[in-house]
């Protein structure tokens, strides 16, 4: 029963996200709030919505060791199974903007990690302030430079039937029922989970970096698995890298802001892996694939990742 307590506590939090993200676009829409900042903003913190949640809740719950395996955990399953997973279906091209800014981004917020978790086996209140500000930063960093390309960029043709906007009373239902099964979902994953880890003998740690951290990675399979078919592929390595960064900044700083995390039974191992699967991207833009993830290389990120499984197991 706890397993369907713990698939069915995944759902909640990812059909919550969904609703509470088309809530608040919309509701950004209303306000007319510019494309690129609700991309850059809510878009891209309602794919880690699941991550936080079960994190921010396992933080509260005083269980340090679930809320930064489950970041980790997220983190290594994005590099190495989603792109992997995507890449077997069409080579996962880089941009301009992935190679000079947000692989390097996501390679300084891996680094912070590290250097937060290296001499001490808990994330401070003032490490998880110092994590938030370089959230802040980084999002006013990429806010200035888009305004900038799009003001020399040709403006864009009207819409002659733009679609209609959300009434307001469907945003508030969205975003309130978003919140509830969001919360309510997280809750049951955290406790399920939890007994789930007793009853198999294994550490809290190791349930959240594999199941649990592939569950509240699946908004990031599903939204980049649809990017490449779409013929976007581009648009999923830009989703995963995003939602790296924040995992990292936003949900870890958050977290250890409210209260200290303790890494418990969390590895410096799991940690140097996640780092790893970043520098791998980056020798993968420049010296490997050369621009674009190949369909090898996305079998070779799934054998990564298999090896991590059973190295972790």
């Known amino acids: 029963m706890e397993y369907l307590f713990l698939v069915a506590g995944l759902a909640l939090i990812i059909i919550g996200a969904s609703m509470l993200t088309d809530g608040s676009v919309a509701l950004a829409e209303r306000f007319k709030i510019p494309e690129f900042i609700v991309g850059l903003t809510i878009v891209a913190v309602g794919t880690s919505m699941p991550e936080f949640v079960v994190s921010f809740l396992s933080a509260l719950s005083g269980s340090g060791e679930m809320a930064i395996g489950n970041v980790i955990g997220s983190n290594i399953f994005n590099i190495f199974a989603v792109l992997g997973v995507c890449a077997i279906f069409a080579p996962v091209v880089f941009t301009r903007s992935n190679v000079r ?61 733009p679609a209609p906007k959300m009434a307001m009373w469907r945003i508030a239902v969205w975003i309130i029922a978003g919140l509830g099964g969001l919360i309510y979902g997280g809750n049951l994953c955290v406790d399920s989970a939890t007994e789930i880890a007793r009853q198999l003998g294994v550490s809290e740690a190791t349930i959240a970096i594999t199941l649990v951290a592939g569950g509240t990675s699946l908004p990031e ?50 940690i140097y892996v996640a780092v790893a699967g970043v520098v791998l991207l980056l020798l993968s833009a420049y010296v490997i694939g050369r621009d674009k993830i190949t369909r090898f290389e996305g079998l070779l990120f799934l054998a990564c990742y298999a090896a991590y499984l059973y190295v972790l197991l």
Not at 256 to 267: A, E, K, Y
């Open 221 to 270: 399979l599903a939204s980049s698995l649809v990017s490449i078919f779409k013929g976007r592929a581009s648009l999923a390595l830009g989703n995963v890298l995003g939602s790296n960064i924040a995992n990292i900044l936003l949900i870890l700083g958050a977290c250890s802001t409210i209260t200290p995390l303790t890494m418990g039974n969390v590895r410096m191992f799991d």
């Open 101 to 161: 800014r947000d692989i390097p981004v996501c390679i300084l917020a891996s680094m912070a990690l590290l250097a937060v978790t290296a001499f001490n086996e808990d994330i401070t209140r003032f490490e998880g302030a110092l994590l938030l500000v370089g959230y802040v930063v980084m999002i006013v960093l990429m806010i200035r430079s888009d305004r900038r390309t799009m003001a020399t960029a040709p403006a864009a043709e009207a819409v002659e039937n």
